[in-house]
């Protein structure tokens, strides 16, 4: 997904995804919270999936609900994640 590079965006440090089940978890409070049309996910621990990956907040807010054993969290499938690409053209330029 290409997204202009003044897009706000909220960012998601997450170890690794869950391989099990081919999902990541993303914490129902911090989505909640964002006010951002796009969220930003780095796995900080998964060689397998480098670089910033992007989905959309009401992508998100669609996917089931689930406990990671401490907080609830929503369980969103890895293809729908798609690699972050950014714009140096601005469409906010005149």
């Known amino acids: 997904m290409t ?5 706000p965006l909220a960012v998601f440090d997450i170890w690794q ?3 099990h089940d ?9 989505v909640k919270a964002t006010k951002c049309k796009y969220i930003k996910v780095k796995f900080t621990k ?7 990956w992007v989905v959309p907040t009401a992508t ?11 907080i ?16 140096n053209r601005s469409v906010y330029a005149d």
Not at 3 to 7: A, P, R, T, V
Not at 46 to 52: L, Q
Not at 72 to 87: F, M
């Open 22 to 30: 081919k999902t990541v978890l993303l914490s129902m409070g911090k």
């Open 72 to 87: 609830q969290c929503y369980v969103v499938p890895l293809d729908k994640l798609e690699v972050l690409e950014i714009s």
């Open 60 to 70: 998100v807010k669609k996917c089931r609900i689930e406990s990671n054993g401490t």
């Open 3 to 7: 997204l202009d590079k003044f897009e």
């Open 46 to 52: 998964a060689n397998s999936m480098e670089g910033d």
């Open 17 to 19: 995804p869950r391989y």
